[in-house]
């Protein structure tokens, strides 16, 4: 039974996804009371794979595997889990179990545990900390949330910027406690502000008597704070960095912040932004009770409602129109969805673009004037094939001619609309990812109806 665990992933299901085999398996250990071989099952499991394990399986089983496993849960799984199954599991966990957890954890992470949790469940966690420990983590939870006073970590390896590479070995060689993980030796003036970073690789590969001022990385980044994360994660991004200090409101070193943590910001972001492009909210997660997803889409749903209703309200001023011409009822969708369509993909570069920075003031015209230009030529190009299928179809060069001019402007407008909503909604401090959406539909939906109607008025009746 146990000869395969290793391999962890199905095929079916991706190469880095868990094997339902192996989750059955787990099951089975669970229903049979066999602690032992539960343990054999998860000892080869990464952390974050034991997490999906216990978001995939139902609160019942979850909550039975959580006690049979007892002892060897581990800290790691905590952090890596979400967060409304995290809060079921603080719950479930043996005081004494949970306090072993959190002692294993850096301090982001267990300030990353706790930000979001009832007070009860936070004194149950820093109770379980040692003294300084749990000072850190208090201060970090002082911070703004979303700031890079959150974000950091306590935890430090710093030498002075006189020493040399002998020094500084010499020093990280006579410390009991180092961080888990790190990247950088952080170089600090006299008064604790940082000046450089070294990175461990060229630290071990130069002499004793170098300065570590002289191997130094050339691109040094500091982070204040209190700035937003999101400007966190981005400046990871640009500048391609592996860590990079936090500095007080004097410019003094308060903690480090790692790619991993720059990183899934990053990534939560990005989820996010998806998220909201389909007027979803970013909270929103696959554990979420019914109820409570319910009442998140609820309020965008009802924003669509009105813009369709907005857009029936257009097609009711040519009631006359379409009775007398059924082609026309049978036609209008199609431009209108040409234009929705042509309208999200304009939008989603947009939003994007927004998020990266990379749509600024000096290439706003530029882009907005390609999208424009793209609207036309895919317009003029579908416009034909439109206006081939309105002559073959309804034997009516007038019509295909109609619905082709139609085609045309909504695929222009789809353009103009997809850049120019979420550039507009940033400016007024609207998140451009969750509202523009259903502005753009509207206008699309709108124009569309109208120019295809209003112009079989013109031309046909």
């Known amino acids: 039974m146990l000869d395969d665990i290793t391999k962890q992933v199905a095929e079916s299901d991706g190469e880095y996804a868990l094997d339902r085999k192996d989750v059955a398996k787990v099951l089975y250990a669970v229903d049979c009371d066999d602690r032992d071989a539960l343990i054999e099952l998860m000892e080869p499991l990464h952390a974050a794979d034991i997490a999906d394990l216990l978001e995939q399986i139902n609160a019942f089983d979850r909550m039975r595997l959580v006690k049979l496993y007892g002892q060897e849960f581990d800290g790691e799984i905590l952090s890596e889990l979400d967060d409304a199954i995290r809060e079921e599991l603080i719950e479930i966990l043996h005081p004494q179990v949970l306090a072993e957890a959190v002692r294993e954890l850096e301090t982001d992470d267990v300030v990353d545990l706790v930000e979001d949790l009832d007070e009860p469940q ?3 966690i820093l109770d379980a900390l040692e003294d300084s420990d749990r000072a850190a983590v208090e201060q970090s939870l002082t911070f703004p949330e979303f700031s890079a006073g959150r974000l950091m970590q306590r935890e430090v390896v710093m ?14 060689r006579a410390q009991e406690h180092l961080p888990e993980q790190f990247y950088h030796v952080v170089l600090v003036d006299p008064r604790l502000r940082p000046v450089g970073n070294v990175t461990l690789g060229r630290l071990m590969s130069s002499r004793r008597e170098v300065l570590l001022t002289s191997i130094a990385e050339e691109t040094f980044q500091t982070i204040p704070v209190m700035q937003e994360e999101g400007e966190v994660a981005y400046a990871f991004n640009q500048y391609h960095l592996i860590s990079a200090p936090v500095v007080d409101e004097n410019d003094r070193l308060v903690g480090v912040i790692t790619i991993d943590d720059a990183m899934a910001v990053l990534d939560e972001e990005n989820e996010e932004d ?22 998140r889409r609820f309020p965008w749903l009802g924003v669509n409602l009105i813009t369709s209703v907005l857009a029936s309200l257009v097609i009711a001023q040519f009631e006359e129109a379409i009775s007398q011409l059924v082609a026309l009822a049978v036609l209008m969708p199609i431009v209108a969805s040409m234009g ?3 309208g999200t993909q304009s ?15 000096a290439n706003l015209w530029r882009v907005v004037r390609r999208e424009v ?33 139609a085609m045309v402007i909504n695929l222009v407008v789809a353009g103009l609309a997809g850049i120019a909503i979420p550039v507009v909604l940033e400016k007024a401090g609207v998140d451009p990812a969750l509202a523009s959406g259903a502005f753009v539909t509207t206008v699309t939906d709108v124009v569309g109806f109208f120019a295809f109607l209003g112009l079989a008025v013109l031309v046909l009746l």
């Open 122 to 124: 936070q004194e149950a």
């Open 159 to 172: 030498a002075p910027d006189h020493w040399n590479v002998g020094e500084a070995i010499d020093f990280l």
């Open 274 to 295: 998806i998220l909201r492009l389909a007027g979803v909210d970013g909270e929103s997660r696959l554990s979420d009770r019914v109820i409570d997803t319910t009442k």
């Open 340 to 342: 929705g369509n042509a």
């Open 347 to 361: 939008l989603t570069v947009a939003v994007r673009a927004l998020a990266t920075k990379d749509l600024t003031g």
């Open 373 to 405: 230009l793209v609207g036309l030529v895919n317009g003029i190009a579908f416009a034909v094939i439109m206006g081939v299928v309105g002559v073959i179809w309804f034997g009516s060069p007038a019509l295909g001619g109609v619905i082709a001019a």
